[in-house]
């Protein structure tokens, strides 16, 4: 599976928290980053390119900092041109057509912010519905959002698991289970160049196992 | 009462709704229009004349044809640009606070498509959500969205109505009761340079007969 991220950050290189996920995806040969604004400094989206690199993946991520609720402005001038473009062609329409669509999102202010009686008084969810439309409208497959509020603020150890969290959610399948967890987790281990398999073997026979035993215990209580 | 109309429009001389509405307003001195595709043709804001528009009005309307269920991407800019350094300065946000700020959006698709069961799923009011989520942190009054639905294939009666409601959202106070709309529409006869008000004073004063006569009834109704 191939996996276009379309990150949409002014600062790019500025931004802590877009390196930090951009660090996890390097081994990625299957990943495609695609940063609009060092691609296009003076805003003008290349429509013909970027249908392309849309047809060529299976999976598309848009990755953004939350500005004034929404994206950045440049990937809305992304879609005003490529998607005006593809919904006027038939044949890309179809091709288009159950991709799998994700949303990696940035947020500065705090999650409780967003729910009814915080400072926003609406949800991530609800904010986000214009590309849930978008997808509607293409057939996509909407992934559930991947939001990530105050980076900065996050222990080390949180930020560990936000980085593999964040490589699954670009990298795995789509529904995510434990079972489809652990499969991921084995196959990037052995295929992995930096990491001592020998010394993670015992680990994941383990976590192997745990897995089994869930399932057996669901099994257990689908037969009650 | 001053209005701004932000007007974001990649092309507005080919727009019949857009023309249609702006030819509504020639006559009113205390509306400005502000067209951002014009004024800015290659995308670069000056937040410092923006800031001064927004600041020297009482109500702002953002303008739009719906692009893939939000506003054209140099609208956006605009947000970026403008409301971050608005945002960014106490006094600028307290003179913020408290103005009117509303939604002219022009739809190409029926209005049916818009609920839950329509082609799109989801409602206008949801997916104006994020400029909602503006409107609070200003501390703005959100108006009803006008929304223009088709436009193309409205009736030349249906179109006038439009017009009439347009002009009275840009001018008219923001609560739309019978007694309002009747002294606006007083004010707009006998201000008016084109219009005959000798010809219109029995049709107005039978409006306002007959409004007085609602309001005897509520009167009457309340009283019981």
Chains 1, 2 share one sequence.
């Not at 409780?112 to 293409?138: D, H, N, R």
């Not at 281990?189 to 015992?202: E, I, K």
């Amino acid at each position: 599976m191939k996996t276009l991220i379309i990150v949409a950050h002014p600062d790019v290189k500025g931004s802590m928290s877009q390196q930090f996920f951009l660090s996890g995806l390097e081994q990625e040969k299957e990943v495609t980053i695609h940063q609009v604004y060092d691609s296009y400094p003076e805003g003008k989206i290349d429509k013909g390119k970027e249908i392309e690199r849309v047809l060529s993946h299976d999976r598309i991520i848009f990755q953004f900092p939350l500005y004034w609720y929404s994206a950045p402005s440049l990937l809305k001038e992304w879609q005003d041109v490529v998607l005006s473009e593809i919904a006027s062609n038939d044949s890309y329409m179809t091709r288009v057509a159950g991709k799998e669509f994700g949303i990696v999102v940035s947020i500065g202010s705090k999650e409780t912010s967003y729910q009814a009686g915080g400072s926003v008084g609406l949800s991530l969810s609800e904010l986000m519905k214009p590309y849930q439309a978008m997808a509607t409208y293409f057939g996509l497959d909407f992934m559930p959002i991947f939001a990530n509020y105050q980076f900065m603020y996050q222990t080390e150890q949180a930020k560990k698991q936000v980085l593999v969290d964040y490589q699954y959610y670009v990298t795995g399948p789509k529904l995510k289970t434990l079972a489809s967890r652990t499969k991921w987790l084995r196959e990037r281990v052995r295929g992995s160049q930096t990491l001592d398999a020998n010394l993670l073997a015992p680990l994941l026979t383990q976590l192997e196992e745990n897995c089994e035993t869930i399932e057996d215990l669901n099994q257990t209580l689908a037969d009650m």
